[in-house]
């Protein structure tokens, strides 16, 4: 995974939190989070068929982390965290933000998020936005010109971008998300717009999804 420029921010609204760069060591933690996100904050817009194989779709530590090191991801750590929600893992050796993965996000060179989640009790508390921030400065960092087309090739409930259609590599003119219908919201309070209703499958099980942009140039709110 590339290096990030970016040096680990506080959460607004959680001062023990901060942002920093994804490591290998944080390949459990973030799998943990992402099947607790699905299970207990989209149960109340999916089926329980639904959200089984969604959170179900991760595959290996291995897999899992290959996945978060092939793109450019940021998690939010917890210094504070000790009530039981979460355990604590344990960074590799150069960690100085050592606590509690309570989030994580992704993105590729094209501009396209591929995972945003969050702890459920660390829910509405600034934690999304913080590191959507993250995203936007390193997006910002890489220019504006080249926006890009999509051309995704996404896979529901895994979340993985198959193809890199529409990279340009002279910068990330634009965001893009498939957003859930529980995320939705929160991106649409971020300045993204929907562009298109999406019926992936898992299987043979269908979902809802939105296809949703904001142009780098985009107001955010706070």
């Known amino acids: 995974m590339a290096s990030h420029a970016l040096n680990p921010v506080s959460l607004p609204s959680r001062g023990s939190?901060?942002?920093?760069?994804?490591?290998?060591?944080?390949?459990?933690?973030?799998?943990?989070?992402?099947?607790?996100a699905v299970i207990h904050l989209a149960a109340a817009d999916y089926s329980a068929e639904q959200i089984a194989v969604w959170a179900g779709?991760?595959?290996?530590?291995?897999?899992?982390?290959?996945?978060?090191?092939?793109?450019?991801?940021?998690?939010?750590?917890?210094?504070?965290?000790?009530?039981?929600h979460l355990r604590r893992?344990?960074?590799?050796?150069?960690?100085?933000?050592?606590?509690a993965v309570v989030g994580f996000i992704d993105v590729d060179d094209s501009g396209y998020i591929d995972m945003l989640f969050v702890a459920p009790h660390?829910?509405?508390?600034?934690?999304?936005?913080?590191?959507?921030g993250a995203v936007e400065r390193f997006a910002a960092a890489r220019g504006t010109e080249g926006s890009a087309e999509?051309?995704?090739?996404?896979?529901?409930g895994r979340g993985i971008r198959r193809s890199a259609e529409g990279c340009t590599g002279e910068g990330?003119?634009?965001l893009r998300v498939h957003?859930?219908?529980t995320a939705r919201p929160f991106f649409e309070r971020h300045g993204?717009?929907?562009?298109?209703?999406?019926?992936?499958?898992?299987?043979?099980?269908?979902?809802?999804?939105?296809?949703?942009?904001?142009?780098?140039?985009?107001?955010?709110s706070r």
């Open 122 to 132: 660390c829910a509405r508390q600034g934690v999304a936005t913080a590191l959507l």
């Open 179 to 181: 957003a859930s219908i």
């Open 172 to 174: 990330i003119g634009e």
């Open 57 to 84: 779709r991760t595959g290996t530590i291995e897999q899992w982390n290959a996945r978060r090191t092939a793109v450019h991801t940021w998690v939010a750590v917890d210094r504070g965290a000790a009530d039981g």
């Open 17 to 36: 939190c901060r942002v920093r760069p994804y490591r290998p060591a944080d390949a459990a933690a973030t799998m943990a989070v992402f099947r607790d």
């Open 89 to 99: 893992w344990d960074c590799d050796g150069d960690c100085t933000d050592s606590g």
């Open 150 to 156: 999509d051309g995704t090739g996404y896979d529901a």
């Open 192 to 220: 993204f717009r929907v562009v298109a209703i999406r019926h992936p499958h898992i299987g043979r099980v269908a979902f809802v999804n939105y296809l949703m942009v904001r142009g780098m140039g985009g107001a955010r």
